[in-house]
């Protein structure tokens, strides 16, 4: 079966904690892009990349970090700079040079 | 950079009438549009997309035309069915190429 994989469904996480939120693709895609979701709200793009070893920051990269060392995973790092983390993140990929994004079902992430 | 408004944000029908679904955008150098489909919970599903070469998309019951001198593009649904009730974002990828820009979001309910 081939998609995106996106874990753990949902996380909490504490006060000054960093929490890591994974993104899997099978689907054999150069291309990878982390989504934050917040109610009534459209995706805003956090960070993206097109090859392994490169990524480059979205609008709200602040308070996150990402890192893309296999083409198939790209795992997203919140950490405590980020100071309203609650919100719903999405993960997708696309064929390189292809504007066609496929998402993953989302990590709902919750402040405790 | 890219600005992407949609219109209406809610929107109810009864099963059988249409949905239309309206979006503007500002950066002339955007060349692809999708409409993605979201489910609650769930991450957003691609339903039908258009490059800027082509002025009008049809695919079964759902149609997406584009006007690029006024910047605008809609989603057209015929024949609405309960199950189309979710919602439905669209997208620019403005000058970066590969990054989209989405909407807000329209919170489509077909009533039986």
């Known amino acids: 079966d081939g998609g995106i994989t996106q874990s753990p469904k949902y996380l909490f996480r504490k006060e000054g904690q960093n929490v890591t939120l994974s993104c899997e693709q099978n689907?054999?895609?150069?291309?990878m892009y982390w989504y934050r979701q917040d109610p009534g709200q459209g995706l805003r793009l956090i960070y993206y990349s097109q090859i392994v070893n490169d990524f480059q920051k979205g609008d709200i990269a602040e308070g996150y970090s990402v890192s893309r060392e296999k083409k198939e995973s790209f795992p997203l790092t919140v950490t405590s700079a980020q100071k309203n983390p609650t919100a719903f993140y999405l993960c997708?990929?696309?064929?390189?040079?292809?504007?066609?994004?496929?998402f993953g079902p989302g990590t709902r992430l919750l402040v405790l | 950079g890219e600005n992407v408004e949609q219109h209406p944000s809610t929107l109810s029908v009864q099963e059988g009438d249409s949905a239309v679904i309206k979006c503007t955008y500002s950066?002339?150098?955007?060349?692809?549009f999708p409409w993605y489909k979201q489910e609650l919970g769930k991450g957003p599903q691609l339903i039908i997309d258009?490059?800027?070469?082509?002025g009008e998309k049809k695919d079964q019951r759902i149609a997406v035309t584009l006007n690029k001198t006024a910047k605008h593009f809609s989603l057209h649904i015929t024949e609405t069915q309960p199950e189309d009730s979710a919602v439905y974002f669209c997208a620019a990828n403005g000058d970066s190429g590969y990054a989209l820009n989405f909407g807000k979001g329209t919170s489509l309910l077909v009533t039986p």
């Open positions: 997708a990929s696309s064929m390189f040079n292809q504007e066609t994004q496929y």
């Open positions: 689907l054999n895609h150069d291309a």
């Open positions: 950066d002339s150098a955007s060349n692809y």
């Open positions: 258009i490059r800027s070469n082509v």
